[in-house]
């Protein structure tokens, strides 16, 4: 069989294997629950998950199941019933217990290296502590101020930037601090860190606030 498009100066024929392949969808299954989940919109979450479980006879752990298969399937959104008021309020709610958390292994850190004693056991504590410290809190901090949505990044994405972030800033602290009159020592390191580390959490605390002002969408009721 002749092939017109290189008779005509058309080209070679294209190979079948260049075709792109059209693949089936297996389409998802209906969730069960999803009429019992609407008919009770405007209650608290667990409220929700429990009058599910109820009508339906089904295990509490399934009720949310379907409730959260329903937040999937945009078919409802969690919002919390008692926001809080202003940038000061979002830093002491639970939407930012990260960066409290943060800061009070910060202290952990300055208590095992200034306060416990420095015996076996204990220095081993110690050891682990500023490794970590060291190794991954200031990565992970820094990456929360780029990154402030959950699902922007996977919890392992999360984990290896924050470890690769921060083998890049503490050798840039160091050189800094090499140009200062304080040098390269335990305490200026020490503090240069800390600081360093909690202005990156309350920046990461900001992203994440500004963020929450458009879609507050996370929380309590249904």
Same mark, same amino acid.
């Given at each position: 069989m002749v092939d017109l !498009?290189?008779?005509?100066?058309?080209?070679?024929?294209?190979?079948? !294997?260049?075709?792109?392949?059209?693949e089936e969808v297996e389409e998802r299954e209906p969730n069960p629950l999803e009429e019992a989940v609407l008919s009770h919109v405007g209650e608290s979450l667990s409220g929700v998950v429990g009058r599910v479980a109820s009508e339906k006879g089904v295990k509490f752990e399934e009720a949310a199941r379907g409730v959260f298969r329903a937040v999937e399937d945009g078919r409802v959104r969690l919002v919390d019933p008692s926001p809080p008021e202003g940038l000061f309020g979002y830093f002491a709610s639970a939407y930012s217990l990260?960066?409290? *958390?943060?800061?009070?292994?910060?202290?952990?850190?300055?208590?095992?290296?200034?306060?416990?004693?420095?015996?076996?056991? *204990?220095?081993?504590? !110690?050891y682990a502590a500023g490794a970590i410290y060291v190794l991954y809190v200031p990565g992970y901090t820094l990456i929360e101020a780029l990154y402030p949505k959950a699902d922007e990044l996977e919890r392992l994405?999360?984990?290896a930037l924050g470890v690769g972030l921060s083998l890049a800033l503490v050798p840039l602290v160091g050189l800094v601090l090499n140009y200062t009159p304080w040098g390269i020592r335990l305490d200026p390191i020490f503090a240069s860190l800390s600081l360093l580390t909690v202005a990156l959490g309350a920046a990461g605390v900001y992203r994440k606030y500004g963020y929450w002002l458009l879609t507050r969408g996370v929380g309590g009721s249904v």
């Open positions: !498009r290189r008779l005509f100066g058309g080209g070679s024929p294209r190979d079948e !294997r260049d075709e792109p392949e059209v990260w960066f409290w *958390l943060v800061c009070g292994f910060v202290g952990v850190v300055l208590f095992t290296i200034y306060a416990m004693p420095q015996v076996y056991p *204990l220095v081993y504590l !110690r994405e999360r984990f």
